[in-house]
Structure formats: structure tokens, C-alpha cells
Nanobody
Framework: QVHLVESGGGLVQAGESLRLSCASS????????MGWFRQAPGKEREFVAA????????YYADSVKGRFTMSGDNAKNTVDLQMNSLKPEDTAVYYC??????????????????WGQGTQVTVSS
């Protein structure tokens, strides 16, 4: 059983940066796709970014492309999401998720087998 714990959320002003981290325990990172999703108040949860662990390939939603960067550290079993130039519309609960299957769609929530509890990111204008 994989257990995911997010950290690094907080309150920042528009234009500032935050770095989220996701620590994994109970599983082997190299077999997973790792993803970040977010859910704003009153909205459905949406894809933010993902990384194919074995290849290092990363994928981003259009809304964050060029501002957010996802990276991973196999030795520490962590993935990070560096968020720059934050906007008020980035305000949401951010979730880390992991895939443990060989076929997947990185942007599809139902692909992901494990989820963290989420961390709040609030961007004030």
C-alpha cells in the first residue's frame, strides 16, 4: 500500500512562488507515474502535472505550462511541484497521486491508484 503525504502549501501573494512536495512510503517509486491535481472551491478536481518516473517525462496542463515545474528524487522517494508566478486562480487544494499500472492516461484521475490528503494553496491578489 502506497501512502502519499503532501507538504508546502500556504498563503502567498500573486506573482510569488511556492514549492509543494509529496513524500511516498510503502511502494517503489520507479514503477509509478506521479501526478499533481488540484480542486478549487466549487469546481471539479483537475489535472495539473505528471511525471513518468522511469523516463522522467513530464506533462503539464495548459493553465500552468511555463509556470510550474515537476521534479522527482528517487533516493528520497519524493516529487516536487515548483510553482512560480502564482495567480489567484491557482488557489486550490493540491493533491499528489500515484499510478501503479502499465497502461494509463496521465491527465485522467481514474488512472491514479493512490492519493494524498491534499495541501491548501491560497494566492491573494
Amino acid at each position: 500500500q502506497v501512502h502519499l503525504v503532501e507538504s508546502g502549501g500556504g498563503l502567498v501573494q500573486a506573482g510569488e512562488s511556492l514549492r509543494l512536495s509529496c513524500a511516498s512510503s510503502g511502494g517503489t517509486f520507479s514503477t509509478y507515474v506521479m501526478g499533481w491535481f488540484r480542486q478549487a472551491p466549487g469546481k471539479e478536481r483537475e489535472f495539473v502535472a505528471a511525471m513518468e518516473w522511469s523516463s522522467g517525462n513530464t506533462y503539464y496542463a495548459d493553465s500552468v505550462k511555463g509556470r510550474f515545474t515537476m521534479s522527482g528524487d528517487n533516493a528520497k522517494n519524493t516529487v516536487d511541484l515548483q510553482m512560480n508566478s502564482l495567480k489567484p486562480e491557482d488557489t486550490a487544494v493540491y493533491y499528489c497521486a500515484a499510478v501503479r499500472r502499465t497502461t494509463y492516461i496521465v491527465g485522467k484521475q481514474s488512472t491514479y491508484d493512490y492519493w494524498g490528503q491534499g495541501t491548501q494553496v491560497t494566492v491573494s491578489s
